[in-house]
Structures are given as structure tokens and as C-alpha cells.
């Protein structure tokens, strides 16, 4: 099974700043099936990226999304404060579909 | 506008069974599979398995085969989690999700305490 290892585990940046999250896969991920979520307190996940670099519908274009086989990025080009929050990536194209362990981007 | 409502959430007692339920609304239900995930208090999300609601047909990751049931009524709509024998260890709050590949639409979350 494919097992995704995100860095870093914390972020710390201040608004306006550009962020650069980094998800790596332990085998090469089909077809790019890549996806990151954004989940804040309290509040169930949300979809911003699939198919490794496609936005997800309403999220801003300050997000993308890059990478291909076993490298991935996701990258905010400048934090707004509701940015803040925990970033998964998850693969989609080989059961089972695990997610990464996550990466918290906290306000500095 | 796609909805998925789950259940309350529960308290339960160590050996007892439990059984969550997620409401799809909104778009056709038998189109999309339901993913589960559990989020343990303070820990990241695990994808536990899905459901077809056309057939029922399931896929499990191998960490929860066993220890889970996922379990759909197409007629009602609904996906189902279900425990015939709760542990303290599954505490957590359990997401249900439409496999749009990925996962694009999410319920709110439903807590599962379990403490004798």
C-alpha cells in the first residue's frame, strides 16, 4: 500500500507570506489521483486540489497544486489569515486510499 | 446543493455496538460511492473504506477489514458504519464523503465516545 509522508509537520508563517507544502508518496501515485484538503477546527475537511494540480470549485488562485509520481506541492502564494489551518494530501488512484499525516500551517 | 447529514453523536460503553448513519441529499446517491474516515482526537485522517450504494459492493482498507461493517440502504439514501463490539480505542469522530475521486463533498462529523 502506498503510504504518503507530508513535510513539514508544522509551518510557521506570517500573512502575506508564501507557503510551500511538500507530499511525498512511498510508490508512484496513478494517474497524478493526488488530492489536498484543508480542515480547520471544528470543521469537517474541505476539498481545494485534485488530480495533483486542478483547483477544486470556488477555492481562491492563490492555491496550486503541482508534483507528478512519487512528489507533490501544494503552494498558497500569499496566506490570507482563513489560510491557516491543517493541509492532507490523499492518493486516489490505488486502494487503500491513504492520506497524508498532515501539515499544520500556523501563523508565526 | 449536495448534503450529506450524519447521525448524533454517541457515547457507548466498551463491548457495545453501534451503528452511524449518513443521509445523502441533493444529487443522485446510487452514482457516487461513500467513503468513511476516521479522525482520532488530535490525529490526522484515515481512510477506512467505502460503499457502492448501487450494489453495496465494499472495499476496506486492510487496517480496518474486521474490525468495521460499512453497509448502504440505497432505498433510504443512507451509508451506515457500523461496531458489534465498541473499544475505548474508537473514539473518534468519523467523517462520511462522496467519491467524486476525490472525496468532494463531506458530512459533518460524527463523535463516537466510548469510556466504561
Known amino acids: 500500500e502506498i503510504v504518503l509522508t507530508q513535510s513539514p509537520d508544522t509551518l510557521s508563517l506570517s500573512p502575506a507570506e508564501r507557503a510551500t507544502l511538500s507530499c511525498r508518496a512511498s510508490q508512484t501515485v496513478t494517474s497524478n489521483y493526488l488530492a489536498w484538503y484543508q480542515q480547520k477546527p471544528g470543521q469537517a475537511p474541505r476539498l481545494l486540489m485534485y488530480g495533483a494540480s486542478t483547483r477544486a470549485t470556488g477555492i481562491p488562485d492563490r492555491f496550486s497544486g503541482s508534483g507528478s509520481g512519487t512528489d507533490f506541492t501544494l503552494t498558497i502564494s500569499r496566506l490570507e489569515p482563513e489560510d491557516f489551518a491543517v493541509y492532507y494530501c490523499?492518493?486516489?488512484?490505488?486502494?487503500?486510499?491513504?492520506f497524508g499525516q498532515g501539515t499544520k500551517l500556523e501563523i508565526k | 446543493e449536495v448534503q450529506l447529514v450524519q447521525s448524533g453523536a454517541e457515547v457507548k460503553k466498551p463491548g457495545e455496538s453501534l451503528r452511524i448513519s449518513c443521509k445523502g441529499s441533493?444529487?443522485?446517491?446510487?452514482?457516487?460511492?461513500i467513503s468513511w474516515v476516521r479522525q482520532m482526537p488530535g490525529k490526522g485522517l484515515e481512510w477506512m473504506g467505502r460503499i457502492g450504494p448501487s450494489d453495496s459492493d465494499t472495499d476496506y482498507s486492510p487496517s480496518f477489514q474486521g474490525h468495521v461493517t460499512i453497509s448502504a440502504d440505497k432505498s433510504i439514501n443512507t451509508a451506515y458504519l457500523q461496531w458489534t463490539s465498541l473499544k475505548a480505542s474508537d473514539t473518534a469522530m468519523y467523517y462520511c464523503?462522496?467519491?467524486?475521486?476525490?472525496?468532494?463533498?463531506w458530512g459533518q462529523g460524527t463523535l463516537v465516545t466510548v469510556s466504561s
Open positions: 490523499q492518493q486516489y488512484g490505488t486502494s487503500p486510499y491513504a
Open positions: 441533493g444529487y443522485t446517491f446510487t452514482n457516487y460511492w
Open positions: 464523503a462522496r467519491n467524486n475521486w476525490p472525496l468532494d463533498y
